[in-house]
């Protein structure tokens, strides 16, 4: 089994930047694909980033590419999600998963493991 925690969301101004982690308790964690999800009031869950469990791979949502960077951190069992210009439009609660596959995957069906989220608002 396999716990996934979030953190490093918060509230911050048009163009600030965050930089949020996943970390990952359980099994072998480091073998997995992980992936970056958002969810806004109202709104369905959207991918967001993707980074395979090598990390030479990565994928971001067209809304993202160039403001964002998913990367796995030293420890085997962290990943970051490194956000730049964040854009009122990024507020969300964001969420961490897992694919013990490692499926190169923007489908929330296909993560077996997911976090409560972290949440981050973007005011102008």
């Known amino acids: 089994q396999v716990q996934v925690v979030e953190s490093g969301g918060g509230s911050v101004q048009a163009g600030g930047s965050l930089r949020l982690s996943c970390v990952a308790t359980g099994r072998t964690f480091s073998r997995y694909a992980t992936g970056w999800f958002r969810q806004a009031p109202g709104q369905e869950r959207e991918f967001v980033a993707h980074i395979s469990w090598s990390g030479a791979s990565t994928i971001y949502a067209d809304s993202v590419k160039g403001r964002f960077t998913i990367a796995r951190g030293d420890a085997e069992n962290t990943v970051y999600l490194q956000m730049v210009d964040l854009k009122r439009e990024d507020t969300a609660l964001y969420y961490c998963?897992?694919?013990?596959?490692?499926?190169?995957?923007?489908?929330?069906?296909?993560?077996?493991?997911w976090g409560h989220g972290t949440q981050v608002t973007v005011s102008s």
């Open positions: 998963a897992a694919d013990p596959w490692g499926r190169a995957t923007k489908e929330p069906n296909d993560y077996d493991y």
